[in-house]
T-cell receptor, first 116, second 117 residues
Framework: DGGITQSPKYLFRKEGQNVTLSCEQN?????MYWYRQDPGQGLRLIYY???????QKGDIAEGYSVSREKKESFPLTVTSAQKNPTAFYLC???????????????FGEGSRLTVL | AQKVTQAQTEISVVEKEDVTLDCVYE???????LFWYKQPPSGELVFLIR????DEQNEISGRYSWNFQKSTSSFNFTITASQVVDSAVYFC??????????????WGLGTSLAVNP
């Protein structure tokens, strides 16, 4: 099946621990994104990557880190520096290779992180 | 400043009612795209529609219809004869012309729709 796979779907973490959320895609899309969703706050951009070995901070990058070693993979690490990490995390891709790129995003099913 | 406003935080209707979700946007660009996404309780956002700034034709897809009016900077979404399965959070988003190869979406805060039997 073509699509975006996020894992784990649910994750519990103790305070002070780092945790890594996986995002894998087989859509052959160049651009990948991580969003955080909190109740009443919509989607906020954490990091994005438009090409392998390159990524940019979004609006709320503090306390997070990413890597883009392969086109298919864009893991997000929630570090202990993130003050309030409990949230729903969504990974998305965009096919921005062509001149008629419209900005349409394709989403994974999300990962729900709870800090105990 | 670029902005998307969904003034309705929550809407509750009874099944078979029609419901309209409002979306107002702000942008300086003349070329842009507008989107609606649906987020059911399962969490995954599902693409519903894309409209570019040069196409003001209204669109109908089954029970869904969209009214794009540049004069009022609005892109409203109507569900006709709502069903329980329409219960979800609906997001409106704006994508502007890219600077280089950098295109990002600007999101509204979403409208939570509850359709009750």
């Amino acid at each position: 099946d073509g699509g975006i796979t996020q894992s784990p779907k649910y994750l519990f973490r103790k305070e002070g621990q780092n945790v890594t959320l996986s995002c894998e895609q087989n859509l052959n899309h160049d651009a990948m994104y991580w969003y955080r969703q909190d109740p009443g706050q919509g989607l906020r951009l954490i990091y994005y990557s438009q090409i392998v070995n390159d990524f940019q901070k979004g609006d709320i990058a503090e306390g997070y880190s990413v890597s883009r070693e392969k086109k298919e993979s864009f893991p997000l690490t929630v570090t202990s520096a993130q003050k309030n990490p409990t949230a729903f995390y969504l990974c998305a891709t965009m096919n921005d290779r062509y001149s008629d790129n419209t900005g349409e995003l394709f989403f994974g099913e999300g990962s729900r992180l709870t800090v105990l | 400043a670029q902005k998307v406003t969904q003034a309705q935080t929550e809407i509750s209707v009874v099944e078979k009612e029609d419901v309209t979700l409002d979306c107002v946007y702000e942008t300086r660009d003349t070329t842009y795209y507008l989107f609606w996404y649906k987020q059911p309780p399962s969490g995954e956002l599902v693409f519903l529609i894309r409209r570019n700034s040069f196409d003001e034709q209204n669109e109908i897809s089954g029970r869904y219809s969209w009214n794009f009016q540049k004069s009022t900077s609005s892109f409203n979404f109507t569900i006709t004869a709502s069903q329980v399965v329409d219960s979800a959070v609906y997001f409106c988003a704006l994508s502007e012309a890219p600077a280089g190869n950098n295109r990002k979406l600007i999101w509204g805060l979403g409208t939570s729709l509850a359709v009750n039997p």
